[in-house]
């Protein structure tokens, strides 16, 4: 799964016009995509013809609501095509969140848990870096920052690859970035200085397609449809698809550094100061429980907790030596599923095994 934040803190530079029209072309190029529409002012929802009255779940809750999983709040926006829509509310998650400690990762932790095999997730950001947008950032493995044909695209370019930095050094992620060059008229003179000073600057990030301007894109934004569903044999759909093979023909190179995160971050009972910590991801369930040779396999257990970030979490002081253990979820006896350490059971299936050393 590659995940790609649309992100600029320039306003009217073409991201949600990429992310609905790239979505599309993945799409229509057989790729499973998810859109996210991580903007309040909702375009990309509405580039796709939904209102505000035609869904009741949203990226809001994606943020809010620990319940709230991918697969519960999307809308299907064509074949292989995916849209969690947004409206005005997704203003109010900045302030909602202020004062938790994980605000940023809400969205990745939220796509690492998502049932869903997506092969791209775009997302689609607001025209500013706050909350939302580095929750798109930290999510992604990758950004594609759409600029347009001015000195102020230049400047925000620049800011942009600032901000990548800052997360790089301030939070270890590294997301690779990819510049598009978008709604260009490539005849002026001065347009021409502006696409050699990008590749003198950029060389590496910079995307081989460009993305000409053609009116097109009004019209079809116009008629709630990508411009790939509107007039696919115009130029500017040509040049999505021409992207969209660009970014697939790479996939074999690209370390998609954000998507192991989530499995890294669950592994298995770690040992901490307050004995072994047990941590387990089981997004539906209403109990889980935790039995084992510490217990005597006692059927009634001992529950875990769900914290904030929707995860199951308790620690235990055992013996040292080795310990076999199950989950119970809901009434059912489960292994482990961040742990791949088993020993056999005698009823034909497996047990966690953990150390404490
Ligand atoms: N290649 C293009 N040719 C012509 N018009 C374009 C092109 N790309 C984008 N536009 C138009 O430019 C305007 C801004 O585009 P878009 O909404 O995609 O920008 P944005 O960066 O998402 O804006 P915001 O910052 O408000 O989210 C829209 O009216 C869109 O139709
Ligand atoms: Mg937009």
Redesign the pocket.
Known sequence: MRIIA?A?Q??????????TNLAAALAAADKRVLLVDN?P?G?ATLAFGFRERDFSLSTYDLYLTSDILVEDAFLEAGDNLQLVPAGVELSAVEQALAREEDKELRLRNKLRRSAMPFDYVLI????AVGLLTFNALLAAGEVMI?VDPSYYGLQAVRKMRETLTLLRERRGHDAIPHILM???DTRPRFVRSLMAELEELYEGDLMDTI????????EA?GAGVPLLHYDAESR?AV?FRLLARELLAEEQDVSVTAVDRWATLLHGPRTTEGGLAFEADFPRAKTVRITGSFCDWSAQGIPLERREDGIWSCRLQLDRGDHEYRYIVDGAWLPDPHNEATAPNEFGGANSVCVVP
């Open positions: 649309l600029n320039k306003g009217g530079c073409a991201k949600t016009t990429t992310a903007d002012q375009h689609d950001c607001p025209p759409p978008a709604d260009f993305i000409h301007h053609t009116v097109r894109f009004k934004a500017g040049d």
